[in-house]
């Protein structure tokens, strides 16, 4: 029982060490993509991650530890995901039929998906996935942007 518990203890350990790495990586590739730094918002859960756009402040991404039966899962373990917000429905229908993606845990799930940061799902379809999450969430460009957009253009064009 005791080579049980200690090959369980060190399996447990090198997972949550991969989870520390992946998430190092996932943070730092925000910040240097972004510029954004996570945000700790909740005393209750010090270790939930928000990312936000910097002139609308604008969640585009939340970093979580849950576990497995909050994902509809058999299991008790703890599983770190990510929630991005998708601006196509069917793409978030889509993915939560693929291993390591479910609907938005803890947020509206016809507009959010959560991804497994376990190695399932491939760094680059993270990374496209940030991207989409970060577009999705960005300033609307009404009439008003267009318009001043034109006018900087106008002005520009009298200095010359």
């Known amino acids: 029982m005791n080579r049980f518990c200690a090959a369980f203890r060190r399996r447990f350990v090198c997972k949550m060490e991969s989870m520390k790495s992946f998430r190092n990586k996932l943070f730092s590739y925000v910040e240097s993509q972004y510029g954004s730094e996570p945000e700790y918002l909740w005393l209750r859960f010090p270790t939930y991650a928000v990312f936000r756009h910097a002139d609308n402040k604008k969640w585009f991404a939340i970093v979580m530890t ?4 909050k994902l509809g899962l058999d299991s008790e373990a703890p599983i770190e995901i990510l929630n991005v917000k998708l601006s196509d429905p069917l793409m978030i229908d889509f993915l939560s039929q693929r291993d390591g993606f479910f609907r938005g845990y803890h947020m509206n799930q016809n ?12 760094w680059e379809e993270i990374c496209g996935l940030l991207e989409e999450s970060y577009r999705a969430t960005a300033p ?8 001043r957009a034109k006018n900087d253009v106008s002005s520009a064009d009298e200095l010359t």
């Open 111 to 122: 507009n959010w998906i959560s991804v497994c940061l376990d190695g399932t799902v491939p």
């Open 140 to 147: 609307k460009r009404g009439k008003n942007a267009r318009h």
């Open 66 to 69: 849950v576990t497995g039966t």
